[in-house]
């Protein structure tokens, strides 16, 4: 059960993208872009000047989200300070997309060095979240009260009495949590120790929260041209249900899908050419111009922050190097993941951006080849990319390596047609942006993880007959306009039986990508004497009496110059300390454990680790609590950790592993100090 409650989320958001690009396609069937065209220059002035006001008002309200967190937190921090880490927060999540990870990362560089411990930035990263959620169930419910038809698709389909069940229990929730916030203070679920905020808190996160989406949905609705039947409310309940559909999809800006639910729930009342000019509006005020800001302030701060030790570095190096050596890893693999799995669908959507392909600059003998490829290879890239996006978040260097082999072959179809010159420079762009980085994609793939396994084998018989297929149904699909893969699939005027072939050819070949490009299964060495040797040769006597440590295993790096010894404690895979041996290899051992830790259905730890990879072990979401140096806990530290080099912490999930590790805690410090 933990492994498919692992994967809904990925299922939920492929079936929210292909459902997302029916409702496009459906919609975009006879829509030109001059359309779109005339409708931007319909929006009047004064309703742009409203809607970038109300852009303003809502980044404002969010500042209160982090700052009312710090609070809650334990570790007030001046309202300066916590605007600008959620400006910069907000303004990276929206647009990358898993903003439980891009989020959390911004803040985690922030708040460190204001002095904040990471239990403290994850009371933190946690409090703005449930405060955003806590602001939809409020107007979440009082649409399904007073407007339920409102909800795009569910509203015509589920009887009014669900709807409204619906809505009391969205309202349950939130009072539910103001009373226990009131009566109960902490608690306990499932062995987590939970302290709630308190009754004020929790009735100014409500109340914040709730302003905050309303806003947020007002940006839009200034946009549109009056309709109808269209108030306020009922818009309301068509952007609450359509931002919902976006974050759970977990997609850069929830791109396609929230597009696709507001046209879904926007077309009772009036045609797509004004949903999509507000959309572009929208998007350039929320998503784009705020992206721009946030990252332009962001990497000011960063050189700020490192400045002696930048300048050397940029005496030292130039280039990509440099840009790979200065960047976060998180960060660029987040970046990477975000903008290869955004051009994957921009080429899905080729054919509806550019339904009619100019090729009137191009030699005739090319312009015949780049008519027959049309938007139909283009669409396979731009699917195969957003499989790389998913290896790439797994930090996969086979999918690093693809990703920029279909972004390159993308921008080659693309710079073939002229009105998609645009495509092929983003294309290009990303390439330049994913390149530099190939030192943060460090897991092997499970092609190149050993030997050919049989899954392997089949995987690449499946992917050569399904592009054998795919290339052989090519031929019977010029009658569609459109002649992306998915247009054929959903096309009346192919043949079934193509339609069929094109479908399950698609569907296995990325399944087989998957296959393949998925992180290789983890090997441990066992504990023996010829393993403690190989340790000790690599720098273990350094950090730790290796011959002391009755070990169960050690997992070594991806190039195997690093290693770890961990112990099976329970619920938990224990590391011993930090990875020893080289420090371009140390990374890739934490990441390895934490994946062998999964394959056995464990959580992972690190014990006595020192202040130096503490950024790696936050990336693996895990926190760390400080030890004092008799080996207990310390959960208040008023200085900032990284100042100390000497500390050692016990790296964790808390507080759900410190249930199973804190009684055990004394044998470890016994087997480690050799008393």
């Known amino acids: 059960m933990k492994g498919i409650f692992r994967h809904l989320p990925a299922v939920l958001g492929v079936a929210l993208l292909v459902g997302a690009i029916y409702v496009v396609q459906h919609e975009f069937r006879h829509l030109k872009l001059k359309d779109i065209g005339d409708s931007l220059r319909a929006i009047p002035a004064l309703a742009l000047g409203f809607s970038f006001v109300w852009t303003i008002l809502s980044y404002f309200f969010l500042t209160f989200y982090d700052r009312l967190g710090t609070i809650y937190a334990g570790h007030k921090v001046s309202y300066g300070r916590v605007a600008f880490a959620s400006f910069c927060a907000y303004a990276l999540s929206h647009n990358l997309g898993f903003a439980a990870v891009s989020g959390a990362a911004v803040r985690y560089r922030l708040y460190a060095h204001w002095g904040l411990t990471p239990l403290q930035i994850g009371k933190t990263i946690a409090f703005c979240s449930l405060t955003f959620g806590l602001g939809g169930m409020v107007l979440g419910g009082i649409v399904l ?90 818009f309301l309940g068509v952007y609450v249900a359509s931002y919902s559909a976006g974050l759970a999809a977990n997609l850069p800006g929830g791109i396609g899908v929230f597009d696709a639910a507001m ?31 946030a990252g332009s302030m962001f990497a000011g701060n960063e050189i700020l922050l490192r400045g002696g030790g930048l300048l050397q570095r940029i005496s030292r190096m130039s280039g990509p190097q440099a840009i790979s050596k200065w960047s976060e890893p998180d960060f660029a693999v987040t970046a990477a993941t975000g903008a290869v799995g955004l051009c994957g669908m921009v080429l899905l959507l080729l054919g509806v951006l550019a339904p009619v392909p100019d090729f009137a600059w191009l030699d005739s003998e090319y312009a015949e080849l780049a008519m027959r ?32 082999l279909l972004l390159i072959s993308g921008a080659a179809f693309t710079a073939t047609q002229d009105n998609l010159l645009w495509v092929s ?95 290789g299964r983890v090997r441990f060495l066992t504990w023996s004497d010829e393993t403690r ?3 000790v040769a690599i720098g273990g006597a350094d950090g730790y009496n290796a011959a002391a440590i009755p070990a169960d295993g050690v997992v070594m790096g991806e190039a195997q110059r690093a290693g770890i010894p961990f112990r099976r404690v329970g619920p938990v895979l224990l590391g011993l300390g930090d990875p020893v041996g080289q420090d371009t290899d140390r990374v890739s051992a934490i990441w390895r454990l934490r994946d062998l830790a999964r394959q056995e259905g464990l959580d992972p730890a690190f014990w006595r680790t020192g202040a130096g990879l503490l950024k790696v072990y936050g990336d693996i979401g895990l926190t760390a609590l400080p030890l004092a140096t008799d080996g207990s806990l310390m959960l208040t530290v008023e200085e900032p950790m990284e100042d100390d080099p000497k500390r050692q912490f016990l790296v964790c999930r808390a507080e759900r592993d410190l249930v199973a590790l804190v009684p055990l805690l004394p044998q470890v410090v016994e087997i480690d100090t050799g008393v």
């Open 373 to 404: 490829a049309g938007a139909y290879i283009p669409s396979l890239i731009g699917a195969g990319l957003v499989v790389m996006a998913i290896g790439l978040s797994h930090r996969v260097n086979l999918a690093w390596g693809l990703a920029i």
């Open 533 to 535: 040797r190989r340790l």
């Open 145 to 234: 009260f007073v407007e339920p038809t409102s909800v795009p698709f569910l509203g015509q389909h589920i009887p009014t009495v669900g709807l409204y069940a619906a809505g009391a229990l969205l309202w349950a929730i939130v009072i539910g949590y103001v009373s226990l916030a009131t009566v109960l203070g902490n608690f306990k679920v499932f062995g987590h120790e939970i302290a709630l905020p308190g009754f004020r808190m929790a009735l100014l996160q409500v109340a914040l929260a709730t302003v905050d989406v309303a806003t947020t949905a007002t940006i839009f609705y200034a946009l549109l041209p009056s309709a109808p039947g269209l108030t306020w409310l009922m």
């Open 263 to 293: 046209l879904l729930g926007l077309a009772p009342y009036m045609d797509a050419p004004p949903v999509v000019g507000a959309i572009v509006i929208f998007r350039l005020y929320y998503y784009i111009i705020p992206l721009f800001l």
């Open 425 to 519: 420079a983003v294309l290009i762009l990303t390439v330049m942006l994913v390149a530099p980085f190939r030192a943060h994609f460090y897991r092997h793939a499970s092609l190149l993880s050993g030997p050919l396994e049989p899954a392997s084998a089949v995987s690449l018989l499946v992917l050569a007959a399904s592009l054998i297929g795919l290339a052989t149904t090519r031929q019977h699909v010029h009658a569609v306009t459109n002649d992306a893969w998915w247009a054929i699939v959903m096309s009346p005027a192919v043949p079934p039986p193509v339609r069929f072939t094109v479908a399950t050819a698609v569907i296995l070949a990325l399944t087989a990508i998957w296959w393949l490009v998925r992180p």
